[in-house]
């Protein structure tokens, strides 16, 4: 297959598999961690920043014809299911570095990139969740506790509980390298 086309099939079944993790039973509702963000912060760090960007965003879209829409309103849909999904792509933005580590076999450097990876594109999809969590989601804060605070421990919990995960896989699968390095 041509190069450009394997990319792109790449991104459609990352998206698709991303999905699927969605679909394992949610544990603690909102507070759950994001499981099918392990696979696409592996992928952007595979192929970069672009079909990293173009997978999260196409993962968010997916959840359009499977009725796994949470709508609150027409901002509330577009951040939190357009933009926070597609911005988990910006962990491709370590990717050169990460794959001249990997391909010196300089594990602890990789890991220290992938890491900072997660950390950047966990951490910026949950702030848009946060901020979307502040406007649109008080109605569920427990009476008294503030909006803010009520984002920041749901939003925070969960951003905290996907970065570990994250983590952990990276860390367990850094030797394996025909996962990160394509060909
Ligand atoms: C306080 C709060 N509650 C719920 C949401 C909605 N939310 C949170 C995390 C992830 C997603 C995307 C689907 O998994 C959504 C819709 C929030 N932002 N804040």
């Known amino acids: 297959m041509k190069r450009n086309v394997l990319v792109w099939v790449e991104v459609a079944i990352i998206a698709a598999l991303s999905m699927a993790l969605s679909s394992i039973p ?11 963000a392990i696979v696409l912060v592996i ?8 079909p990293g960007l173009a997978a999260g965003l196409l993962w968010g879209l997916l ?21 926070a999904f597609a911005v988990m792509g910006l962990a491709g933005l ?11 076999e ?3 450097s990789a890991i220290v990139l992938a890491c900072t990876s997660a950390f950047v594109g966990v951490g910026v999809r ?8 502040v406007i649109f989601w008080s109605k569920d804060a427990p009476a008294g506790t503030s909006p803010w605070l ?28 025909k996962i990160w390095i394509a060909h």
């Open 126 to 133: 949950y702030f848009f969740h946060y901020i979307a969590g």
């Open 106 to 108: 300089k594990y602890t």
């Open 43 to 50: 992928f952007s760090l595979r192929r970069g920043l672009t």
């Open 150 to 177: 009520y984002s920041l421990t749901v939003n925070g919990t969960a951003a905290l509980g996907t970065f570990i995960v994250v983590v952990i896989a990276c860390v367990a699968l850094i030797r394996q390298k």
């Open 94 to 104: 370590l990717y050169s570095p990460f794959q001249k580590a990997l391909k010196a």
């Open 26 to 36: 949610d544990i603690a509702g909102w507070f759950t961690p994001s499981w099918g």
């Open 63 to 83: 959840h359009f014809p499977l009725g796994k829409v949470y709508f609150l309103s027409v901002e509330q849909v577009l951040i939190e299911y357009i933009i």
